[in-house]
C-alpha cells in the first residue's frame, strides 16, 4: 500500500474532527482480535544461513485452478528451472551483499554504527519514550528506498523494527526520532538495514549497510 | 448541501484562539507504536492495537455511515487493511493515529463510492473537540495549518479531508475546477507544513 504526504494530511484533518471515541462492542473486537492473529501469524519467521530472522508475507491464498493445468508440461519444467535459478542467485547475492555481522554488547552511549569498512556513519541513543538516531553519513536512498532501524535488547531473533527513515540527499549530520520499542527497553545490538522500493521484506539480516559495534 | 465556513468558527471547523494555545501548551504524551509488533506477527499488540483505535476507527465509520451493521462490516474491513498494512507505517511521517485514521478514511471513501454515494458532510460534521487535539497531535497540527488558509482555501481542503473529489468539491461551492485544483495546492501544502513543524517540535 503506497500512501502520500497529501493523504496522510487530509487524515490529520479528519482525525480533528472525531467526536465521542466508543470503544469496540466485545464480541466484535474478539471477532477482529481473531482475524489479526491470523494474518499477523501468517508472517513466517525462517532463519537464514547468516543467523538472520527473516519475516516475510506468506503468500496469499489464491483459488485452486483446474487440474489439467497442472499436468506435466515442458512449460512448468522450464518454469521451475528458472525459478531455481533465480532462488539460487538471490541467496549468493544476499551472502556476499550482507556483510558479516558481530553482536557486541556496548553498555555506553552514544552506542555507534559502523558500515562494512568500519567507518562509523551513525550513532544511537535511547531517552525515555524514543531513540535519537544522529547519522554522520549515509548515501541518498534511491526513489522508494528506506533506511530501516532495528534495534534488540539480546539476540538477533529478537530484533524489532524501530522506524524508517530517508535521505533525500545524502545524510550527513542529520538527527531521527524513532518511538521507543517497549520489548527492547536495553540496547544491545542495532542495525540499519535498507529496504528496497521492490521488496516488502521486513528481513533485519538483508540489506545491511550499518551495525552497531567497535 | 451547502456550508457556510465563514462565520460559526465550529462550523468552521476551527477552534478558538485561546483554545489552540491551550492545546499546545498541553504536554504530548508520547505513544509507543504497536504496528511494528503486529507486522512481526505479535498477537498482544493486535490486542492492543483494538483497544487503542477501535473507537478512533468506529468512531470514524459512524461519521461516514448510517446503519450499525454497515459500521461494524466496515469496521472488520478497515482493521483487516490495518493488520496487513502494519509493515508499512512509517513513523517519520506520522503519527500512527494518523496512519490508522488515513486507512480508515480511504476504505470508508471506497466503501461509499462502490455503491455510487458521494460523501455526505454537514456542519456538526466539522465541530472540534477539545479532547481529540489534546488526545492527537498530528489534529493539533493539522488544525493550526488549516488556520494559516484562506477561507477558500479551508473549505477546499475541509470537504476534500472528508472524501469529497475536486470536481464534486468545485460543484459544491460553485467554483472553477482550477480554483478549487490551485486552493486545494496550497492549503494541504500549508497542512503538511504545519504537520512537519509539530513532529520536529516535539
Known amino acids: 500500500m503506497k500512501y502520500e504526504d497529501d493523504e496522510l494530511a487530509e487524515a490529520a ?3 480533528s474532527h472525531v467526536d465521542r471515541e466508543v470503544p469496540l462492542a466485545k464480541a466484535l473486537e474478539d471477532k477482529l482480535f481473531a482475524e489479526g492473529v491470523q494474518i499477523a501469524s501468517e508472517a513466517r519467521h525462517t532463519t537464514s544461513r ?13 483459488r485452486s485452478l483446474p487440474r489439467n493445468l497442472w499436468a506435466p508440461h515442458p512449460a512448468w519444467y ?10 539460487h ?16 554488547a556496548v553498555p555506553t552511549f552514544p552506542a555507534v554504527l559502523r ?11 535511547s531517552q525515555d519514550a524514543e531513540h535519537i538516531l544522529q547519522v554522520q553519513n549515509l548515501p541518498a536512498s534511491q526513489a522508494g528506498d528506506r533506511y530501516q532501524l532495528w534495534i534488540s535488547p539480546g539476540p538477533r531473533a529478537q530484533a524489532v523494527p524501530v522506524g524508517f527513515f530517508t535521505c533525500k540527499e545524502a545524510c550527513a549530520n542529520a538527527s ?19 529496504s528496497r522500493a521492490e521488496e ?7 540489506h545491511i549497510v550499518a551495525t552497531l559495534g567497535n | 448541501m451547502m456550508l457556510s465556513f465563514g462565520q460559526n468558527p465550529v462550523a468552521r471547523g476551527i477552534m478558538p484562539n485561546s483554545f489552540m494555545k491551550r492545546a499546545s501548551d498541553g504536554a504530548t504524551a508520547s505513544v509507543v507504536p504497536l504496528l511494528p509488533r503486529v507486522a512481526s506477527g505479535d498477537s498482544l499488540a493486535v490486542r492492543e492495537c483494538l483497544r487503542r483505535y477501535g473507537g478512533l476507527v468506529g468512531s470514524l465509520a459512524r461519521r461516514f455511515l448510517k446503519t450499525p451493521a454497515d459500521v461494524e462490516e466496515a469496521c472488520q474491513d478497515i482493521f483487516v487493511a490495518v493488520w496487513k498494512n502494519a509493515g508499512m507505517f512509517d513513523p517519520v511521517r506520522g503519527s500512527e493515529a494518523t496512519f490508522v485514521a488515513m486507512i480508515a478514511r480511504r476504505r470508508l471513501i471506497d466503501r461509499l463510492r462502490s455503491r455510487g454515494v458521494q460523501p455526505e458532510l454537514s456542519a456538526s460534521d466539522l465541530t472540534v473537540s477539545a479532547d481529540t487535539l489534546e488526545r492527537y497531535v498530528d489534529a493539533r497540527a493539522a488544525v493550526a495549518g488549516l488556520e494559516q488558509c484562506s477561507e477558500g482555501q479551508r473549505q477546499v481542503i475541509l470537504l476534500a479531508s472528508h472524501g469529497l473529489t475536486h470536481p464534486e468539491i468545485a460543484d459544491e461551492l460553485s467554483l472553477p475546477l482550477g480554483t478549487v485544483k490551485s486552493h486545494y495546492a ?17
Open chain 1, 115 to 125: 558500515d562494512a569498512r568500519g567507518i562509523e556513519v551513525a550513532r544511537v541513543a
Open chain 1, 78 to 87: 522450464a518454469a521451475a528451472a528458472g525459478v531455481a535459478l533465480v532462488v
Open chain 1, 13 to 15: 484533518l479528519l482525525l
Open chain 2, 186 to 202: 496550497r492549503g494541504i501544502d500549508l497542512v503538511k507544513r504545519a504537520l512537519q513543524s509539530g513532529k520536529s517540535g516535539q
Open chain 1, 176 to 194: 531521527f526520532r524513532l518511538p521507543r520499542h517497549p520489548a527492547a527497553p536495553e540496547l544491545r545490538s542495532a542495525w540499519i538495514t535498507l
Open chain 1, 200 to 206: 516488502r521484506s521486513l528481513a533485519p539480516g538483508a
Open chain 1, 89 to 104: 542467485q538471490a541467496q549468493i547475492h544476499r551472502l556476499t551483499a550482507a556483510s558479516p555481522v558481530v553482536e557486541v
Open chain 1, 50 to 62: 547468516l543467523g538472520a530472522m527473516e519475516v516475510n508475507d506468506a503468500p496469499r491464498a489464491t
